[in-house]
């Protein structure tokens, strides 16, 4: 492994290093739980945005609060908070576009009401975006994106105008055309990127300084583009967004190649530039019709980029509903039906991908035995 490759992965399974290292040094860190909180600004603020997340099997700090139905990720988010281990945080941001989200903001308010001592909590601040289609909604997310933008400043203690916003812009677009630079090493008929390494490369660029990352990046897909073309049939992942490789690493050890994946952490997860340098008005565009979650309405909406890609150099697709999912399978069967109605074919996955069986790696092999047939018949028509 490269130097540039190296040092993403370790970012990446090291999701809170980049940012103690910046409260260390006296910089304020603001922590976001998710893709839909404007990035820019909390960078233009001076501060250090980093993405909450963890990946507890126990969580007995939570376990009191929070019912056994939650999100496993969400709940493992909340048992390191309650551990103190995102303490250091001036300010933690939580998106109302994902449901999950809201009631994590929601119950650390009752923990700070029931426990108003308790110090090793930061601040829980609600980012009230909804992704909702309609002028009502688009007039009420442009102003809670302005209020974010002034609350931020309260908290970090800085102000900034047009000129650090665009800044910010300017940096993170660098990065997003670095995620996209990787992007292109995953697709077409001749994919030099699996999908394992591919969660890593491109999930960095949610941990570590966006202008470290570009650079990296950049590296990182010039030196992939010179590897040989990876065999086997190309699978897409749909479902539940998955941040972490389990599921990635089981389909690729029985000879496929995963070349996407329909959430924020993988395919999706750089979208289009923004547009419009320091405007908060163009800002907030981006994030509430360019940033994927799921509580898109309405449905065509959401399904428009599965839909397209789904359909181009796809072999098969893997469909992914972990037992604590409450949300996304309400769209599995219209989804299903969809790819069947243009013959692609799909698999359900609906056990935990960290913890699959002997049972589940057996249906993934004889899953992916059955489009090598499809693949072999798709390259003789091209």
């Known amino acids: 492994m490269t130097d540039a490759l190296a040092r993403l992965t370790w970012h990446y399974e090291h999701p809170r290093a980049a940012a103690l290292a910046q409260h260390r040094q006296g910089r304020p860190v603001v922590g976001l739980t998710s893709n839909t909180v404007p990035w820019e600004i909390v960078r233009a603020a001076g501060a250090f945005p980093v993405l909450v997340t963890a990946a507890h099997e126990a969580t007995p700090l939570a376990d009191p609060f929070m019912e056994p139905v939650f999100d496993r990720r969400i709940r493992s988010v909340f048992e390191d908070v309650l551990a103190g281990r995102w303490s250091f945080l001036r300010l933690m941001v939580m998106p109302r576009t994902s449901e999950w989200e809201h009631k994590l903001y929601l119950y650390l308010l009752e923990v700070r009401r029931q426990a108003p001592r308790r110090k090793a909590l930061p601040p829980p601040y609600l980012y009230d975006l909804l992704h909702a289609r309609s002028t009502a909604a688009s007039r009420h997310g442009?102003?809670?994106?302005?209020?974010?933008?002034?609350?931020?400043?309260?908290?970090?203690?800085?102000?900034?105008?047009?000129?650090?916003?665009?800044?910010?812009?300017?940096?993170?677009?660098?990065?997003?055309?670095?995620?996209?630079?990787?992007?292109?090493?995953?697709?077409?008929?001749?994919?030099?990127?699996?999908?394992?390494?591919?969660?890593?490369?491109?999930?960095?660029?949610?941990?570590?300084?966006?202008?470290?990352?570009?650079?990296?990046?950049?590296?990182?897909?010039?030196?992939?583009?010179?590897?040989?073309?990876?065999?086997?049939?190309?699978?897409?992942?749909?479902?539940?967004?998955?941040?972490?490789?389990?599921?990635?690493?089981?389909?690729?050890?029985?000879?496929?190649?995963?070349?996407?994946?329909?959430?924020?952490?993988?395919?999706?997860?750089?979208?289009?530039?923004?547009?419009?340098?320091?405007?908060?008005?163009?800002?907030?565009?981006?994030?509430?019709?360019?940033?994927?979650?799921?509580?898109?309405?309405?449905?065509?909406?959401?399904?428009?980029?599965?839909?397209?890609?789904?359909?181009?150099?796809?072999?098969?697709?893997?469909?992914?509903?972990?037992?604590?999912?409450d949300v996304l399978g309400w769209d599995y069967p219209r989804h299903r039906r969809f790819l069947e109605g243009q013959g692609v074919p799909v698999t359900l996955v609906r056990a935990d991908a960290r913890h699959l069986s002997a049972a589940e790696h057996d249906r993934l092999a004889e899953f992916v035995a059955g489009l090598a047939p499809r693949r072999l018949q798709r390259k003789a028509r091209s």
């Open 142 to 325: 442009l102003a809670r994106t302005q209020a974010l933008k002034d609350d931020l400043q309260a908290a970090v203690g800085r102000t900034f105008g047009v000129r650090q916003l665009a800044a910010a812009v300017a940096e993170s677009n660098r990065a997003r055309r670095a995620q996209r630079a990787l992007l292109r090493l995953r697709r077409g008929r001749a994919p030099r990127l699996n999908g394992s390494e591919a969660m890593a490369l491109l999930g960095a660029w949610f941990f570590m300084d966006r202008r470290e990352y570009a650079a990296l990046a950049t590296r990182a897909a010039g030196e992939i583009a010179r590897r040989p073309p990876l065999p086997g049939p190309r699978v897409m992942i749909k479902g539940s967004p998955l941040d972490h490789p389990a599921l990635h690493r089981a389909i690729e050890r029985h000879g496929a190649v995963v070349v996407a994946e329909d959430d924020w952490w993988g395919s999706r997860s750089a979208g289009r530039d923004v547009a419009g340098g320091g405007s908060i008005v163009s800002l907030f565009r981006k994030y509430y019709l360019d940033a994927p979650g799921p509580r898109v309405f309405p449905p065509d909406v959401a399904d428009a980029w599965f839909m397209r890609e789904s359909l181009r150099d796809i072999d098969g697709v893997v469909y992914y509903l972990p037992p604590d999912d």
